[in-house]
């Protein structure tokens, strides 16, 4: 079993477990990318030792290259000297090295081919533990409004309740009740106490605000004399109304007073 694999099955149990405990999901959430971190962190070491190995793997082979190529080299500086025997044993080493390089060659294609699969995961698992850590204000947010819904409901469940209303109804009329009596109490005090004479001429004193108050406020107000009765007085603004024509004065020499003098003067006689 691969070191990925090994921690995509831890990663999956931390957080099977973060689901169902649920004690504190953004409590969860934040030890899940703890564990992921911590894992990352092992990862990272693991691919480290697999790259260490390849670069291993390729310093031998072209180590046996070089000797591969310098014992050919010294083969043929002895053919151009005329040591042909110290040529053959050159060329023995040659091949020896030669050998070992092809023999290192395999296992070193394939380490370096693991080592970058072992890197694009690495990058490709931090991407996901970044993408996680955004993700988990999201998921906080989601589940703190779906604890504030559940409050609501059960809050207006309660409401729905007509025993916690009724109890708030008696309490208001209990309440006014006691204003009741508390306003009667004192009138019955205020009629009981004080001097009862002066309460009854004060009973006689008449109100401000009477309609023959008020009336005589409106007069001042339009400008017109308090003790006027007539709707065509003179109106604010200089502007005079209609007068209906007075009656006559009967007056001294008229025959109306020369009647009335003689019927005072035949009850005098009489």
Do not use: C
Not at 63 to 83: N, S
Not at 157 to 174: P, Q, T, Y
Not at 214 to 225: A, S
Request: aromatic content about 2%; cysteine-free.
């Amino acid at each position: 079993m691969g070191i990925f694999q090994k921690l995509s099955m831890l990663l999956r149990s931390n957080i099977n477990e973060a689901i169902a405990r649920a004690e504190n999901p953004e409590k969860m959430l934040n030890q899940v990318l703890i564990d992921m971190r911590e894992q990352l962190a092992k990862a990272k070491q693991e691919v480290a030792v697999a790259i260490a190995d390849e670069r291993k793997l390729k310093a031998q082979l072209e180590d046996e290259q070089k000797l591969a190529a310098d014992w050919e080299h010294r083969a043929m500086l002895a053919v151009r000297e005329g040591r042909d025997d110290l040529a053959k044993q050159a060329l023995v080493r040659q091949q020896e090295h030669a050998e070992r390089a092809v023999a290192l060659a395999e296992p070193w294609q394939k380490q370096a081919y693991e080592t970058e699969r072992l890197k694009e995961s690495l990058r490709q698992l931090s991407d996901k533990i970044e993408e996680a850590k955004r993700k988990r204000n999201l998921l906080v947010a989601k589940q703190k409004r779906a604890q504030a819904q559940k409050r609501i409901h059960e809050t207006m469940a309660g409401l729905n309740d007509r025993s916690a209303f009724e109890v708030f109804d008696r309490m208001a009329e209990k309440i006014e009740e006691s204003e009741r009596r508390a306003i009667a109490a004192a009138e019955v005090s205020e009629t009981l106490t004080g001097d009862s004479l002066e309460q009854q001429f004060a009973a006689l004193k008449p109100a401000e605000e009477s309609v023959e108050f008020r009336l005589m406020q409106l007069k001042e107000k339009m400008g017109l004399p308090a003790g006027s009765t007539g709707a065509r007085a003179a109106l604010p603004g200089g502007t005079q109304a209609s007068t209906a024509p007075a009656p006559k004065q009967v007056g001294p020499g008229t025959p109306q007073e020369a009647g009335l003098v003689r019927e005072a003067e035949i009850e005098d006689e009489g």
